[in-house]
């Protein structure tokens, strides 16, 4: 199963800015991902709607359940 790793950030306005990182490592600890949050924060030019503020991080793990259409 691939997982993604999602992170909210808070934004401008009370917006939401979110990330997905494909195939995350998920035996990462939440000290890395927090850290990694805090640099994204910290760079503040990532794009047009820079994160401000930490919100959430969570690991997203799919099944991919190929669909016959032929």
Do not use: C, H, R, W
Not at 48 to 66: G, H
Request: charged share 15%; hydrophobic share 50%; no cysteine.
């Amino acid at each position: 199963m691939a997982a993604n790793l999602k992170l909210v950030f808070g934004g401008a306005l009370g917006k939401k800015v979110s990330f997905n990182f494909p195939f995350a490592d998920t035996g990462a600890s939440a000290t890395q991902v927090k850290t990694l949050m805090q640099v994204m924060v910290a760079n503040g030019d990532i794009y047009s709607e820079a994160p401000q503020s930490l919100s959430k991080a969570e690991f997203v793990i799919n099944t991919v359940m190929p669909v016959d259409i032929g």
